[in-house]
């Protein structure tokens, strides 16, 4: 029965490619250019990424909130530290900036110091109003120290929240509208209105304004994501270009590489068109990654199309066998390669899902267009002359080669222990592996808008908001007594958690309205007694000022109410510990069958993604392990080969998560991805070298030493320069202003570099052991598909 993909099945496709060139050529540009109108469909994600299922629990009760609160990430905080602010120039000048920014639609408020009011007793109309600390304008001294006065030591309600009393630090906070945080509207205020208008301030007045805030923070952090874009796709082109030159020493070859892997990079955009996904930090990845992908494609190609033509001198011969010889070859590697990326379609992350759908679909579409365009053009081109083939003649990597098989001959016992010490080490390593949840960790820290956000957190304990929402099962629940009771003690171990800014809410505010009842004395800041709660709260209900501030704090009903505070960036660990001592306190303070508290906020969701996508990490690399193993065991038909093709696969991924801890790597979002992409790639390797043993074991009739040593040196030199430009290529991604981004190439340079030596030192070294028990008729049976068919030569990269 004829299998798929045999020597019948490539001998039809390389007979369809060369007898419809101009068709395919055609349909080709054709696709590119329904591609490119996709492009318009792109768009860069205005929002943090997601991590979580849509249905995770944690995503559930964070949009529960937002349905009740609305958008708690819609603040931008500017802020000076520096004396001479407090004087009657500078300080007119801050808060006329201030109200510059209520002018912008946009904004939908802004609290600066010349916006603050005292809450005053009205003993006429039973009721309080407020009244400005600052009227008008400063214009003089004397009325900077009683405001200093009033505000660092009068009214503790606004202590800690426009300015810090020790430090003298002051700063503004602009609200922008909540329809627009999570639009390009929001960029582009940012970009073209907030940054030039503060930026003309500094130098007007001579002062160093930090600014800050989620909406800031997103807008410049998605801004240098689209810069690099370029940057990657140039870098890999110029890093791949240089090595394939290197390698072939032709110009023309090089080009005609480049023009395939640009088409790809058209496709994968268009791609992500068509499924109308964001660019995200991952997807962004993506186009870098196919020219670095895409590259050694073209190396087997292009190599195997010269060496034939030397051969023989056909031209229609040596494409017919690029075909059908390397076709089924880079096939095997190009799947196992998507396998790797296609196991985090089976997440339920939308992140990880959609970079899954994009990477696996661009990897498939770059092997078709290397198989087809790099054929088709070689067609039309004259014969390479000799300086073309001269490469081929050179052999100056035999002495690696050498090396190698003089190892796996004589030293085995050495790379076996050698195997083992990295394992023991890795493992101990993989111990002190710590994950991060960070919103900020992997965001560049030499950028002034980060140097801008650990300003923020020394001053006022940071600005990634934190939420705390308290359902009181009733309506006007919240304003009881014993409700603002138990949401004052919790505020109390929300202020004494260092990692926690001082916390706000209703409690504060009513707290406020009984120091204005009792004529603005500090001593009477705190909440009424169950006899005064009623007489003050009759002044509260006459005041529309209070209803005004209420509703930031309290819904409609009077049934829910927040606590809002602010964190600084902390690790996964320390807001595990600090998220249970505050839960344990809650469900002291809260009985559970009158109140329902729920913690949560953007950085809270951020860091329960992370977690989940850690606990996920082994499910995908196991996916992928089981995936290509599958493919293994398709090809090879032996589940002892497939034990014995994993491990030295296996190996390098442990030692990459040694490092991590050794180097203080942590797990997160951007280095998780490491070891599916490392897997699926390292493998390739793998799929080349048995299939040539395999081939080698036919040849010389079962002969295990003769067929290891044959395959080593057939193979050893294309996986070599195969690995050099994976290598180069990924470390691309090190130039890059993210450390998730640096981490990740890194990474996986090091695992590919690592899986390289393996499979050449370990996995003929197990052959050879394990002898017996493996190269025989029974265990290496019939394959179903066979990669490198018997009856052609050598498929050996010689440069």
Request: hydrophobic letters at 45%; aromatic letters at 12%; one cysteine or more.
């Amino acid at each position: 029965m004829l299998k798929l993909f045999t020597k019948d099945f490539w001998d039809v496709i390389a007979r369809l490619i060369l007898r419809n060139k101009i068709g395919i050529l055609i349909t080709i540009v054709l696709i590119t250019f329904l591609f490119s109108t996709q492009w318009g469909n792109m768009r860069f994600t205005h929002t943090e990424a997601n991590l979580l299922p849509d249905d995770h629990e944690v995503n559930i009760e964070y949009n529960n909130f937002l349905k009740k609160f609305g958008e708690e990430g819609n603040l931008i905080v500017i802020g000076v530290k520096d004396s001479s602010l407090l004087t009657v120039k500078k300080l007119n000048a801050w808060n006329k900036l201030s109200d510059k920014f209520k002018t912008y639609k946009e904004v939908e408020t802004v609290i600066s110091v010349k916006d603050l009011q005292k809450l005053v007793k009205d003993n006429a109309n039973q009721k309080f109003t407020l009244e400005p600390f600052i009227k008008d304008s400063i214009s003089s001294l004397k009325q900077i120290d009683i405001l200093e006065d009033e505000l660092f030591n009068k009214y503790p309600f606004y202590d800690n929240f426009l300015f810090n009393k020790e430090t003298k630090t002051i700063r503004t906070i602009i609200y922008l509208k909540k329809d627009i945080v999570n639009t390009s509207v929001r960029k582009d205020f940012v970009i073209d209105n907030l940054i030039p208008t503060i930026q003309n301030f500094e130098e007007v007045n001579n002062l160093d304004v930090h600014i800050s805030g989620m909406p800031y923070i997103r807008t410049l952090n998605a801004k240098l994501i689209v810069d690099e874009i370029v940057w990657f796709v140039l870098a890999a082109l110029l890093v791949t270009s240089l090595i394939f030159f290197f390698f072939f020493r032709s110009f023309r070859a090089t080009l005609i590489s480049l023009v395939v892997v640009c088409i790809g990079v058209m496709w994968t955009l268009g791609i992500l068109g068509a499924l109308n996904y964001e660019i995200t930090v991952l997807t962004a990845l993506i186009p870098p990654l196919i020219i670095v992908i895409g590259i050694p494609n073209c190396i087997f190609l292009i190599n195997k199309y010269q060496r034939e033509v030397k051969l023989h001198g056909n031209k229609v011969k040596s494409l017919q066998r690029v075909i059908t010889k390397i076709g089924n070859a880079t096939l095997m590697t190009n799947v196992t390669t998507a396998s790797g990326f296609a196991t985090f379609i089976l997440t339920e992350s939308t992140l990880l899902k959609e970079f899954g759908i994009v990477a696996s679909l661009s990897i498939l579409a770059i092997f078709i267009l290397c198989l087809l365009i790099i054929p088709i053009i070689y067609s039309f081109m004259p014969y390479p002359k000799d300086r073309h083939l001269e490469h081929l003649n050179k052999r100056w990597i035999g002495g690696f080669v050498t090396w190698i098989e003089r190892m796996v001959k004589h030293e085995r016992i050495a790379i076996y222990t050698t195997a083992l010490v990295l394992l023991i080490a890795s493992i101990i390593g993989i111990y002190q592996i710590k994950i991060s949840g960070s919103l900020i960790e992997d965001m560049p820290k030499k950028t002034e808008f980060f140097e801008d956000i650990r300003f923020f957190e020394q001053e006022f304990n940071g600005i990634m908001p934190l939420e705390f929402m308290i359902d009181t099962h009733r309506k006007q629940g919240v304003m009881k007594l014993s409700t603002l009771k138990r949401m004052d003690e919790l505020q109390q171990l929300i202020n004494e958690t260092p990692e926690l800014s001082k916390p706000i809410s209703v409690v504060d505010l009513v707290k406020y309205s009984k120091q204005a009842y009792y004529n603005g004395n500090t001593n009477f800041y705190q909440l009424p007694t169950s006899q005064e709660n009623s007489f003050i709260l009759s002044y509260a209900k006459n005041s529309t000022s209070n209803v005004d501030l209420l509703k930031n704090f309290v819904d409609s009903t009077g049934q829910y109410a927040r606590i809002t505070t602010f964190m600084k960036d902390i690790g996964t660990d320390r807001m595990e510990r600090i998220e249970e001592n505050i839960l344990e306190k809650v469900d002291k303070l809260f009985p559970k069958d009158r109140y329902t508290v729920t913690m949560t906020g953007k950085a809270i969701v951020f860091q329960k993604g992370t977690t989940y996508l850690v606990k996920n990490l082994v499910i995908s690399l196991s996916l992928a392990i089981f995936l290509i193993a599958l493919f293994m065991a398709y090809m090879f038909r032996s589940g002892r080969m497939i034990i014995i093709s994993l491990i030295p696969n296996l190996i390098p991924l442990l030692v990459t998560a040694g490092l991590m801890g050794y180097l203080g790597v942590p797990i997160k979002p951007s280095t998780i991805l490491v070891f599916s992409i490392a897997f699926g790639i390292s493998v390739d390797d793998t799929i080349h070298f048995l299939a040539k043993y395999r081939q080698e074991l036919l040849a010389n009739n079962w002969k295990i030493k003769v067929s290891v040593y044959g395959a080593l040196r057939e193979t050893g030199v294309s996986m070599f320069y195969t690995s050099i430009v994976l290598f180069f290529g990924f470390s691309v991604f090190t130039i890059s202003s993210f450390g998730g981004t640096v981490a990740l190439g890194a990474l996986v340079s090091i695992t590919l570099l690592f899986a390289m030596l393996s499979n050449l030192l370990l996995l003929p070294s197990l052959l050879l052991s394990l002898e017996r028990s493996i190269a025989n008729k029974e265990v290496l049976k019939e394959p179903a598909i066979n990669i490198i068919p018997e009856d052609d030569e050598s498929d050996e990269l010689i440069l």
